[in-house]
């Protein structure tokens, strides 16, 4: 069932993640957010930085949040090794968080580390600060906790259960913070967070009798809970750049599917295999093709004469009773019908992003996050996107991009730039005349400097060259030798007799 939640990230800040030690990033609704309580501005955020400059790390900063809002562990194959056992990762994020007419500001917090031994992720503390909107932002709460049971096996042992807070006197009617042993342990158990999680928001929801909802502080504490859980299962997307490993290998075609209708929302990647038959849900089959002729109505205007059609094999059902729909993918163009998988990576990639870029045009509750947004895209196609989804974008569009159109369509402030200091890994540009050409503009900082940081460090482009010389001979050096007349005369005879 649909909610009223609109949820927007004003700001990501980032410590011991990667190649982080610290960095944050504003996006665009951060001033309004704050003096105002509003979304004022089209929120399109591009990260530019030369490579190894944190750039996915921040992706993958809000792929890890995704998780933790979920209320699902946090994979450990993926990113165990990007986060150190001494430095432990602290990830802090500020949201907007609307529901019909109440707004509150929320800053949540959590430490994560890796432990070795079991092979998990662990979230050793968090944090949950918010204020409500009136006048002005007010009635500031906090609670913190930090999870005991990762330290100790002994689900019996006498430690500290309770939330700590400033504002403590104000929790004292949500039962399921009064009472943490429970949760917290099986949080541990399930590495998982003790506030977003289907037990936390089940425990307020039943919770909730007539006098409760009459209650400010629970109403309160249950909408910003229930909105970021809701956000994350419904609004949250992210691509990451393994997709694109999917498609160049031409094995299957990432469709990322948003949908909408006035009761539900259908979201989620579905792999179409190039190679065989995609399987889809039965129950989400007709929406399914309804996204599919939702995306052939905005394929036209980006590829000409383009139509990708599905062609229904059979129905199966799995041993667990699930039934799905196995269907084979079709590219209809000049009359001719043949496999999407004989397209261009760049199409097959339009055609895996077009369903979220339509969902974050038209709905302010989706928030899209894209790795490498430019990878096989013409572009001229990618700045006419960007100019487009810039001025009438409903949506959040965070991504990063190699290719510098972008910053020709963009305004400068819908760019945030990485930089060589892993103190300070993000900056806004300075000093941009309303004249400047935004991409001379930043060519022109990478070389010459006049930004708060380095952008990009080229001490070593200089030895290119003789570098790549050296690799060539591995291991070789010159060395000149001095022989006497006697022995030249005697190497020449013998190379002559070789040769006969």
Known sequence: MKEAYVVRILKSEIRNFKNVKYGEAKYMNYGCAQKYGEIQKNDIVGIYGQNGSGKTALIEALDVLKYILLGNEVPYEEYA???????????????????????????????????????????????????????????????FFKNPYYDSDDIFANTDLSIQSRHIEYFKNIKFLNSMSILAAVSAQGHNSVLFNSKAITALKKQGTEEDWKDTEYVTFFDILNGLYYFANTGFHIIKV?????????????????????????????????????????????????AIKAINIAIKSIIPDLQIELENKMEIEKEDGKKYVQVEVYSRRGGKKFLTRYESEGIK????????LVSVYNHPSVCLVVDELDSGIFEYLLGELLGILQKEMKGQLIFTSHNLRALEKLDYKN???????????????????????????????????????TLYDDEELDSIGYAFRKAGNPGK?????????????????????ANA
Not at 112 to 138: C, F, M, Q, V
Not at 255 to 268: C, D, L, P, S, V
Not at 349 to 356: A, E, F, H, K, N
Not at 479 to 494: A, Q, R, Y
């Open 81 to 143: 090794g990007i986060i150190s056992e001494q430095d432990h990762a602290c990830l802090t994020t500020l949201f907007l968080v609307e529901k019909e007419n109440a707004k509150y500001k929320v800053k949540y917090e959590v430490t994560l580390r890796p432990n070795k031994k079991d092979e998990k992720i662990e979230l050793i503390d968090e944090a949950l600060t918010y204020w409500t909107r009136g006048a002005s932002w007010k009635s500031e709460r906090d609670i």
């Open 242 to 290: 393994s997709q694109l490993g999917d498609i160049n290998k031409n094995r299957l075609i990432p469709f990322n599917m948003h949908y909408e209708t006035e009761t539900a929302i259908i979201q989620g990647c579905i792999p179409l295999f190039t190679h065989g038959q995609g399987e889809i849900p039965l129950a989400i089959y007709d929406l399914f093709v309804s």
């Open 349 to 356: 990639r339009m055609i895996s992003l077009l369903s979220y």
């Open 415 to 453: 760019i945030i730039c990485s930089t060589t200091n892993p103190n300070n890994r993000y900056i806004t540009l300075v000093g941009v005349g309303a004249n400047n050409n935004n991409r001379d503009f930043y060519i022109r900082s990478i070389t010459i400097g006049g930004q708060k940081e």
């Open 477 to 497: 050096e010159t060395v000149k030798l001095h022989f006497s007349e006697d022995i030249l005369k005697k190497i020449k005879e013998e190379k002559e007799n």
